[in-house]
């Protein structure tokens, strides 16, 4: 009775001459999605939810203000305003504002939004004296940065 | 005369990309420029002095003390769910109820937190307060919340700017937000 034959041995192969182009893809996926690191964050930065979110069209008239609890414990635990690399003092930011705006063409030095990344777990006194600054300095275009909430099944 | 055809060496293409790939997945990050958006008054000494006395009426309290909990129109809260509809109703009371708004040009919803109160806290009402707003807009233009929102993000389109002029006429964005007290910090 041979009707059950062994099979002959079959070489198990996966074919791999398609993997750089795989890999490629995904390549470009994220060379086009991301954009590069240009600070490295040095408070906590835990962005809190929200879902009525708007969108900042030109990354180009944005300035980033990143608040927080600093990360290394030699800074201390009080919350610190971070502005591209440094930490920076409340009275500062009309400078930091003002610097940021001659880095603009002339015709869209009025239209730079401050971005604030806060911590969520930062207090609104930190908060309020930034902003403050910000109407001194008569930069009155704010965004507090968000996450979208998932929408709720309701 | 027999030719060799010169091939190359393909096998180590998957691992030359790859390697490209965690490059660019450590060295970079996923933009995150959302969030919401508020204008701030002018500078403390170039506003007037402001003689205008507001109405008790026109104003819709909410305040926050420096350990998150709420207080709005006077009245200690714990259930926000219902919030957002009664600003709604607040804003286009249009003197049906005597108690309530005159018009929403003149209704205002006035947002105060303390120096104690948490960023969380702050942006969970902020959204609330806006997203009545934009529910209001979004149903004058005849668009989805998500659309105007949408629309207002980008309004050198004509077409959105449209939409934005229609949603927001004769509906000004009256949300006070004072100075902080400073009971906490």
């Known amino acids: ?154 | 005369m027999a030719r060799s055809t010169p091939e190359i060496p393909n096998a180590s293409m998957a691992d030359i990309a790859f390697l490209l790939l965690t490059f660019f997945l450590v060295t970079t990050t996923m933009p995150n420029n959302k969030g919401l958006s508020i204008a701030l008054p002018p500078p403390p000494e170039a506003a007037p002095p402001d003689n205008v006395k507001i109405q008790e009426k026109n104003m819709f309290k909410i305040q926050i003390n420096s350990s998150d909990a709420l207080l709005i129109e006077g009245e200690p809260r714990e259930d926000i769910s219902t919030l957002k509809e009664e600003i709604k109703a607040f804003v286009l009371n249009n003197g049906r109820d005597p108690a309530s708004s005159d018009n929403p040009e003149k209704a205002i919803v006035s947002f105060k937190t303390d120096r104690g109160t948490s960023h969380k806290r702050f942006i969970q009402l902020l959204d609330i307060i806006q997203g009545a707003y934009y529910d209001i807009y979004a149903d004058q233009a005849g668009v989805t919340n998500a659309e105007f929102r949408e629309a207002a993000s980008d309004l050198t389109v004509p077409k959105n700017k449209e939409i934005y002029e229609k949603g927001r006429a004769g509906i000004p964005l009256n949300i006070s937000i004072a100075d902080p007290t400073k009971v906490g910090n």
């Open chain 1, 1 to 154: 009775m041979s009707k059950f034959k062994k099979k002959t041995e079959v070489k198990q192969e996966i074919p791999t001459s398609s993997m750089p182009d795989v890999v490629f893809m995904l390549l470009f996926f994220f060379m086009v999605t991301t954009e590069l690191r240009e600070t490295s964050i040095e408070v906590k930065q835990q962005i809190p939810r929200a879902e009525q979110l708007r969108k900042l069209m030109r990354k180009t008239l944005v300035a980033n203000l990143y608040i927080g609890e600093p990360t290394k414990p030699q800074y201390g635990k009080e919350p610190k305003i971070q502005a591209d690399d440094t930490f920076i003092d409340t009275k500062d930011i009309v400078r930091w504002v003002n610097e940021k705006r001659n880095e603009l063409e002339e015709f869209e030095r009025d239209q730079l939004t401050v971005s604030l990344k806060v911590d969520q777990d930062a207090k609104r006194g930190i908060i309020s004296d930034v902003e403050l600054e910000l109407r001194k300095a008569n930069a009155r275009k704010l965004l507090y940065n968000t996450l979208q909430e998932e929408n709720k099944l309701d």
